[in-house]
């Protein structure tokens, strides 16, 4: 898990190891901008009009077409909302090092000796 991390947040190689759980609850804590809200509530209509269904007469109809609903939904939430969580997490790792400038530059220099 901590690779994948480190792939969607490159900012994370400038953090010292130790610190980079607190560093990542901090930026996922960091505000949506109107960018980011705005483009995730286009993903959730698009997902809600991609997943519109006509219920049919019969319960095994009804669960047939929610689940199929379901597993449509879930990855295209993923790829149309994700990348937006993911934007601003990395806007909040890139605050979190201007704020703690010193953290950043420590790692660094351990990294080149």
């Given at each position: 898990?901590?690779?994948?991390?480190?792939?969607?947040?490159?900012?994370?190689?400038?953090?010292?190891?130790?610190?980079r759980d607190?560093?990542?609850?901090?930026?996922?804590?960091?505000?949506?901008?109107?960018?980011?809200?705005?483009?995730?509530?286009?993903?959730?209509?698009?997902?809600?009009?991609?997943?519109?269904?006509?219920?049919?007469?019969?319960?095994?109809?009804?669960?047939?077409?929610?689940?199929?609903?379901?597993?449509?939904?879930?990855?295209?939430?993923?790829?149309?909302?994700?990348?937006?969580?993911?934007?601003?997490?990395?806007?909040?790792?890139?605050?979190y090092l201007?704020?703690?400038?010193?953290?950043?530059?420590?790692?660094?220099?351990?990294?080149?000796?």
């Open positions: 898990m901590a690779k994948i991390s480190l792939l969607i947040y490159p900012e994370l190689h400038r953090i010292p190891p130790r610190e607190a560093a990542l609850g901090s930026a996922r804590e960091t505000p949506f901008d109107g960018l980011e809200l705005a483009a995730i509530a286009l993903g959730l209509a698009l997902t809600a009009g991609a997943t519109r269904y006509v219920v049919f007469d019969g319960l095994t109809h009804r669960i047939e077409a929610f689940l199929a609903n379901f597993l449509l939904a879930v990855p295209l939430l993923a790829v149309l909302a994700g990348p937006f969580f993911v934007r601003r997490t990395r806007r909040g790792l890139q605050h201007r704020t703690h400038p010193s953290r950043g530059l420590q790692e660094r220099g351990a990294q080149g000796q």
